[in-house]
Antibody, heavy 119, light 108 residues
Framework: EVQLVESGGGLVKPGGSLRLSCAASGFTFSNAWMNWVRQAPGKGLEWVGRIQSKTDGGTTTYAAPVEGRFTISRDDSKSTLHLQMNSLNTEDTAMYYC??????????WGQGTLVTVYS | SYVLTQPPSVSVAPGQTARITCGGNNIGSKSVHWYQQKPGQAPVLVVYDDSDRPSGIPERFSGSNSGNTATLTISRVEAGDEADYYCQVWDGSSDHVVFGGGTKLTVL
């Protein structure tokens, strides 16, 4: 059974940093392209970024609002995905999900971890 | 950047058919995926690659995609189908994933 378990969310002040993790199991993590998707309270889904598998190049791509502030990385030895978030602002307050699937869709989702940026 | 447009809300009586649209420039040339999200839960993929269903998704859920509009159709709507629905594509020109704004389906 595929499982994605996010962790690392919490309260942080504007300008602060936070590192999210996503522990994966039930599939060959090293072959998977992984995404982060977020959802602000009461709002819709917003794609944050993606990392390719290392065999496909390991390239990362980011949405414009987080480009230059967020970094996605992966530790294939631990089947873990990370999202390093710097220079956080109140607009980054959201539930953050890690997702994966074949093709361009997100077949599997974690339950999310909540990030709250408060002043 | 590529934009997907969904109606904010759709209402339908139980047993009727709900159609949720997703508009985008030449969206018919892209693969469209649809997600269902109930309150307090993570989204669930209900249709992928325009019209395929993941295992466990009822046949009542179907999709189509042509021209500038993709459509998620839910037949014989049940109270349990009440949820937010999102369309999603991959925009090859930017290499970005794009979500529609979401549609709240209300079962009357």
């Amino acid at each position: 059974e595929v499982q994605l378990v996010e962790s690392g969310g919490g309260l942080v002040k504007p300008g602060g940093s936070l590192r999210l993790s996503c522990a994966a199991s039930g599939f060959t993590f090293s072959n998977a392209w992984m995404n982060w998707v977020r959802q602000a309270p009461g709002k819709g889904l917003e794609w944050v970024g993606r990392i390719q598998s290392k065999t496909d190049g390991g390239t990362t791509t980011y949405a414009a609002p987080v480009e230059g502030r967020f970094t996605i990385s992966r530790d294939d030895s631990k089947s873990t995905l990370h999202l390093q978030m710097n220079s956080l602002n109140t607009e980054d307050t959201a539930m953050y999900y890690c997702t994966t699937g074949s093709g361009s869709q997100s077949y599997y989702w974690g339950q999310g971890t909540l990030v709250t940026v408060y002043s | 950047s590529y934009v997907l447009t969904q109606p904010p809300s759709v209402s339908v009586a139980p047993g009727q058919t709900a159609r949720i649209t997703c508009g985008g420039n030449n969206i018919g040339s892209k693969s469209v995926h649809w997600y269902q999200q109930k309150p307090g839960q993570a989204p669930v993929l209900v249709v992928y690659d325009d019209s395929d269903r993941p295992s466990g998704i009822p046949e009542r859920f179907s999709g189509s995609n042509s021209g500038n509009t993709a459509t998620l159709t839910i037949s014989r709507v049940e109270a349990g189908d009440e949820a937010d629905y999102y369309c999603q594509v991959w925009d090859g020109s930017s290499d970005h994933v794009v979500f529609g704004g979401g549609t709240k389906l209300t079962v009357l």
